[in-house]
C-alpha cells in the first residue's frame, strides 16, 4: 500500500487543521492506521491510531480529548482532526499501516506515508 498525507499547515494555537492519508492498493480496511509525529530534534513519537474491523481507537496521553482519528474505508482515506493546537504540537505528521494489529511503536509499521509539516504560533 502507498500512502499520501495531506493538509498541514500554518495555524495559530487554539486552532485546528485536518490531516488526510490516502492510501492506495487494496485490502485498506485490513490495516490498522496510525499517525506519528517527529517534532525538531526528537525522535518519533506516537499520536493516534485506529485499528481495522471495529475501528477502535488509540491516542497518546498528549493529544487525547484534542486530537481525533477516523477513517473512510470506501475513500481508502485516514484522517486526523486536531483541535486546541499547542506550539507543542509542531511536528511533521507522518501516517502509517500496518497489516494487521494496531500499535503504538513505529517498528510494527512497515508502510509510510511521506509527511505533512503542522506549524503552530503562540
Known amino acids: 500500500v502507498q500512502l499520501q498525507a495531506s493538509g498541514g499547515g500554518l495555524v495559530q494555537a487554539g486552532g485546528s487543521l485536518r490531516l488526510s492519508c490516502a492510501a492506495s492498493?487494496?485490502?485498506?480496511?485490513?490495516?490498522?492506521m496510525a499517525w506519528f509525529r517527529q517534532a525538531p530534534g526528537k525522535g518519533r513519537e506516537f499520536v493516534a491510531a485506529?485499528?481495522?474491523?471495529?475501528?477502535?481507537?488509540y491516542y497518546a496521553d498528549s493529544v487525547k480529548g484534542r486530537f481525533t482519528i477516523s477513517r473512510d474505508n470506501a475513500k481508502n482515506t485516514v484522517y486526523l482532526q486536531m483541535n486546541s493546537l499547542k506550539p507543542e504540537d509542531t511536528a511533521v505528521y507522518y501516517c502509517?499501516?500496518?497489516?494487521?494489529?494496531?500499535?503504538?511503536?513505529?517498528?510494527?509499521?512497515?508502510?509510510w506515508g511521506q509527511g505533512t509539516q503542522v506549524t503552530v504560533s503562540s
Open positions: 502509517a499501516a500496518n497489516y494487521g494489529t494496531y500499535s503504538s511503536s513505529q517498528n510494527t509499521y512497515g508502510y
Open positions: 492498493g487494496r485490502a485498506f480496511s485490513s490495516y490498522a
Open positions: 485506529i485499528t481495522r474491523g471495529d475501528g477502535n481507537t
